[in-house]
């Protein structure tokens, strides 16, 4: 488990009505691909990055211990969680590689030690 993946958990136990809202948003839109085959021809995934926006401008949902009312930081981390427990919404968000962590992991399991606090050896 990457450092980001257990701040995300700390953040998403501590804002639990951002994650319902956005399994919600996320849920609404498979349901239109699905209802709508030229939806979902003309668009075959759907932005998590759009349900985020809309969370943030359309509701009163506010996180806890933030500065910013919905942190996009954490988008990524919505859209991995929702398509881990909605296997039936595959393909319903495109989702790329967790950035630098994985190049961490590589790199200590060739023995490279990376300081974090300096971001080098």
Known sequence: MTVAQI?????????PAIWQAFERAALRAWGQRV????????FPRYGAKRIMESLRYDT???????????????????ARKFLARHSECA?????????????????ASLGVLFDVATGGR
Not at 7 to 15: H, V
Not at 35 to 42: F, G, I, M
Not at 60 to 78: Q, V
């Open 35 to 42: 209802l709508r085959a030229e939806a979902k021809a003309t």
């Open 60 to 78: 009163t949902i506010r996180a806890e211990g933030d500065s910013f009312k919905l942190n996009n930081t954490w988008t990524a981390f919505y």
């Open 7 to 15: 701040e995300f958990d700390a953040y998403d136990a501590a804002n």
């Open 91 to 107: 393909g319903l968000f495109q989702t790329r590689g967790r950035g630098v962590e994985p190049e961490r992991a590589r790199l």
